[in-house]
């Protein structure tokens, strides 16, 4: 299995940054998908998550109110809508699927993931 996130860059402070979390094969169906976040010089951090269907989020609260998390119906692919960006916000971002189908902020419960984006929010 393999994931691929994309759609990050460069932005100002305020701006805003769709990224995309694509499978290799219809692996995102069942279970939920997470977004995470490494900045430099500091450890992976939860950022969102959502369940199988779509019908459950959680949010770190660093990011609530301004992200959004979404997957589309039909397709093997679940989004990062970032709005209100902050330059705290630079980091690269990976997305990964958990061994269970409801939403979880806890790392070790997912399985699959994927090579990051960077996303840059310039001051």
């Known amino acids: 299995v393999q994931l691929q996130a994309s759609g990050g860059g460069l932005v100002q402070a305020g701006g805003s940054l769709r990224l995309s979390c694509a499978a290799s094969?219809?692996?995102?169906?069942?279970?939920?998908v997470g977004w995470f976040r490494q900045a430099p010089g500091k450890e992976r951090e939860f950022v969102a998550t959502?369940?199988?269907?779509?019908?459950?989020?959680y949010y770190a609260d660093s990011v609530k109110g301004r992200f959004t998390i979404s997957r589309a119906k039909g397709k093997n692919t679940v989004y990062l809508q970032m709005n209100s960006l902050k330059p705290e916000d630079t980091a690269v971002y990976s997305c990964?699927?958990?061994?269970?189908?409801?939403?979880?902020?806890?790392?070790?419960?997912?399985?699959?993931w994927g090579q990051g984006t960077l996303v840059t929010v310039s001051s």
């Open positions: 094969r219809n692996t995102l169906s069942n279970n939920a």
């Open positions: 959502i369940n199988w269907d779509g019908s459950s989020t």
């Open positions: 990964a699927t958990a061994r269970r189908s409801s939403v979880t902020s806890v790392t070790s419960d997912y399985r699959y």
